[in-house]
């Protein structure tokens, strides 16, 4: 499912107009260390596991359910990475959308990976010295995974430490 009801049901009364959301963005990690990616259906391109957060859904609940909603991969969440506010966006049909992302790790704990719905074109891992060509946030992402020390975020609208 691309678009959740609940915004569905919002664009009905305000249109096109800018929507505040929350999402999140999933590294997820196996046992090789191994990343899981897939490439989008709208854009062609790989890019971590995301979503948006249903209304009451945490978001580590959140996380774990896109992940396997896309890709038949059972995960938990293990820390937050990043929290951050992305640009704006204006999609095809005209909506606007703007989205507050925490970023979290997760660790894979079983299913096999596949295309497990329409969002994703392919689904695959990729070895962390050979991933196919990302958006420079996912990079960031990907290195703050393998990093220790606390989460990350953006104070002042610049981009997180590190």
């Given at each position: 499912?691309?678009?959740?009801?609940?915004?569905?049901?919002?664009?009905?009364?305000?249109?096109?107009?800018?929507?505040f959301?929350?999402?999140?963005?999933?590294?997820?990690?196996?046992?090789?260390?191994?990343?899981?990616?897939?490439?989008?259906?709208?854009?062609?391109?790989?890019a971590?596991?995301s979503?948006?957060?249903?209304?009451?859904?945490?978001p580590?609940?959140?996380?774990?359910?896109?992940?396997?909603?896309?890709?038949?991969?059972?995960?938990?969440?293990?820390?937050?990475?990043?929290?951050?506010?992305?640009?704006?966006?204006?999609?095809?049909?005209?909506?606007?959308?703007?989205?507050?992302?925490i970023?979290?790790?997760?660790?894979?704990?079983?299913?096999?990976?596949?295309?497990?719905?329409?969002e994703?074109l392919?689904?695959?891992?990729?070895?962390?010295?050979?991933?196919?060509?990302?958006?420079?946030?996912?990079l960031?992402?990907?290195?703050?995974?393998?990093?220790?020390?606390?989460?990350?975020?953006?104070?002042?609208?610049?981009?997180?430490?590190?």
């Open positions: 499912m691309s678009t959740p009801p609940f915004i569905r049901d919002l664009r009905t009364r305000i249109g096109h107009d800018l929507l959301l929350p999402g999140v963005s999933a590294v997820v990690l196996d046992d090789a260390g191994r990343v899981l990616l897939g490439r989008r259906a709208d854009t062609g391109a790989w971590l596991i979503g948006i957060c249903e209304p009451g859904e945490q580590a609940e959140t996380a774990v359910r896109e992940v396997f909603e896309e890709t038949a991969v059972h995960c938990v969440a293990e820390r937050i990475l990043l929290v951050e506010t992305l640009e704006p966006v204006r999609y095809a049909n005209g909506d606007n959308c703007q989205y507050l992302d970023c979290l790790l997760c660790r894979a704990t079983g299913g096999s990976a596949r295309v497990n719905d329409d994703s392919d689904v695959d891992w990729f070895r962390i010295d050979a991933l196919p060509p990302l958006r420079e946030s996912a960031r992402r990907i290195k703050l995974a393998g990093a220790d020390g606390p989460t990350a975020f953006s104070p002042g609208g610049g981009p997180a430490p590190r």
